[in-house]
């Protein structure tokens, strides 16, 4: 037996399922699906979806966030007797900030095989469709939805990604304008960026453009909805030094060291330089204090 062709080997296999459009699903997918002796799925009733469209009756049995340590012990005890168990979430890959991970990594641990069936993941179809760099890209995932943690995470990106990297984030509609603002302070208002908005869904679009057009362009439609993928060119501009990724704290300094700048007037004019208020670079400040940057 082997994971490519006849009889499903035992094993865990993560199945990746659709995004948006029932189609983008693989022959393999389909096969591993229907001869699984179970799947685990995040939400049964999405899955059953999808499930019935292509005809399959396997049984499913619920894995999510709250339950998946205990349900993945209950799997295990299946697996060492030589199930076969396919893994599916909601939508795209299990394990892309989705569950999954809890299962597979118990299933290594005890020498039992893992299999990925690969297919659609929402960060691979917009990084390519972005039209920035995809040579060298880092994907974090959901930022801390908390105004000044999310800042915080974006300038530890800003200060520890290589240059010309794209970074790849996925971010919930209520939140993208603030998180559009966030990256204007972190890289400046002229940073390239892409949002990827309801892919592989009717009303699929890309927003490409600096930040400031695409947060403009959301802005002037009143609301944002839709599932969406944030990408950055994240890279430092000639101009970096003075705005984006550099501490406040070293270019404070150098404002008050080169021009004799007071603490205060540094900040004024620091606050001009990024376009942000100066409450909200003194609390950057406190911040990077007590990071110790
Ligand atoms: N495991 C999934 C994958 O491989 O893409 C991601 C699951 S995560 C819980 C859901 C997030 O993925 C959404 O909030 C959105 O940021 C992104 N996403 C999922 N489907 C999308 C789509 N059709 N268009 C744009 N973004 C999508």
């Not at 499903?8 to 948006?20: D, E, K, R, W």
């Not at 799925?41 to 339950?67: F, M, W």
């Not at 039209?131 to 800003?158: H, I, N, Q, V």
């Amino acid at each position: 037996m082997s994971a490519t062709e006849g009889p499903l080997a035992p094993g865990v296999y993560l199945v990746a399922t659709p995004i948006g459009n029932l189609e983008d699903i693989t022959l393999r997918a389909l096969r591993v699906l229907r001869d699984a002796d179970r799947i685990a799925c995040e939400d049964t009733r999405q899955t059953r979806k999808l499930l019935d469209r292509y005809g399959i009756a396997t049984p499913v049995i619920s894995s999510h966030e709250h339950n998946e340590a205990e349900r993945s012990r209950e799997l295990l005890d299946e697996l060492r007797g030589g199930a076969r168990i396919a893994v599916v979430t909601d939508a795209g890959t299990p394990g892309i900030s989705d569950p999954g991970m809890v299962l597979a990594k118990a299933a290594i641990a005890e020498n039992v095989a893992v299999y990925a069936i690969p297919g659609a993941s929402a960060l691979l179809a917009a990084l390519v469709a972005s039209g920035l760099d995809t040579e060298r890209f880092f994907f974090a995932g959901f930022l801390p939805p908390r105004k000044g943690e999310r800042k915080t995470a974006l300038e530890e990106l800003a200060g520890s990604l290589p240059r010309a990297t794209t970074l790849v984030l996925y971010e919930a509609p209520h939140r993208i304008l603030d998180t559009l603002e966030d990256v204007s302070a972190v890289w400046g208002a002229e940073c390239r960026i892409a949002v990827a908005r309801e892919l592989t869904k009717v009303h699929e679009e890309f927003l490409r453009g600096t930040v400031r057009e695409v947060r403009e362009e959301m802005e002037a439609r009143g609301t944002v909805r839709g599932e969406m993928v944030l990408m950055i060119e994240a890279q430092p501009t000639a101009d970096d030094a003075g705005r984006g990724a550099g501490s406040v704290r070293e270019r404070l300094a150098e404002l008050e060291k080169s021009e004799g700048l007071t603490e205060k007037d540094a900040l004024k004019r620091l606050a001009r330089e990024r376009g942000v208020a100066k409450s909200e670079l003194w609390r950057e400040l406190q911040r990077e204090k007590a990071r110790g940057r």
